[in-house]
């Protein structure tokens, strides 16, 4: 059980595995209010990233859940890094059925709501590791424009103009599981091109290293095809953002 090669190479460098800089990572910390001791339970933690500068500079604690050997490989080093490796553990599992021992104080998914097959199921995934009264953090893309085209929806990597809401129809769909939206930190076009931009650096030096691997020719691909969809496409149409959400 473990991703493709091809995502741990796109994302090699990354400490953040989403259009996310450490100081938006940071912001959002603040934003909703962590305490020392508070508990953190991260569903597709990827490098662990969240956990480990949160544990340092708000003295929680956590378990980070992913499927990625590579991913929690370098979250392990980087809690050793960051001297919080006693506050934070991380689980090599499917995110989609773990379920917390004991209830925690704050439960995320960021970015990966395909776990739950959406929002709603991600949300209901979350909530069986949640205390009453804590607090859920949902990473998810939206629309900040209406896509012209096929080729535009596509070139977002997703299938349908229906398959992302609008940011009003997230915040809709938040009301509508019954969640009061309490914060809000969302990505801007230099935290995109931080996340994407740097995914063709990534790809470009695998490539020079292993030309005779069996996924070069599917890298160049990418590489050759990816910048252009990404200027063209998905810059100006795609936001992302992490919700905090508490039960009404």
Known sequence: MDLPRSFTIREHSHRILDPFTSEKLAILGAAIGLRPGASVLDLCCGKGEMLATWARDHGITGTGVDISTV???????????????????????????????????????????????????TVALLERSLRPGGMLLIG????????????A???????????LETLPGLVALFDGL?????EMVLADEDSWDRYVAAQ????????DANPDDELAPELRVELSREPLRYTRFQRPLLGWGVFALMKR
């Open 71 to 121: 991913f929690l490989t370098a979250a392990r080093k980087r809690t050793a890094e960051l001297g919080v490796a006693s506050q934070v553990t991380f689980v090599h599992g499917d995110a989609a059925e773990y379920v917390a021992a004991e209830r925690v104080d704050v439960a995320a998914c960021v970015g990966a709501t395909w776990i739950g097959q959406g929002v709603a199921g």
């Open 140 to 151: 998810e893309p939206f629309w900040r424009a209406d896509p012209p085209s096929q080729e």
């Open 153 to 163: 929806v596509e070139a977002c990597h997703v299938r349908t103009r229906e398959a």
């Open 178 to 182: 019954g969640y009061d939206l309490v």
């Open 200 to 207: 063709w650096l990534n790809i470009r030096t695998w490539l």
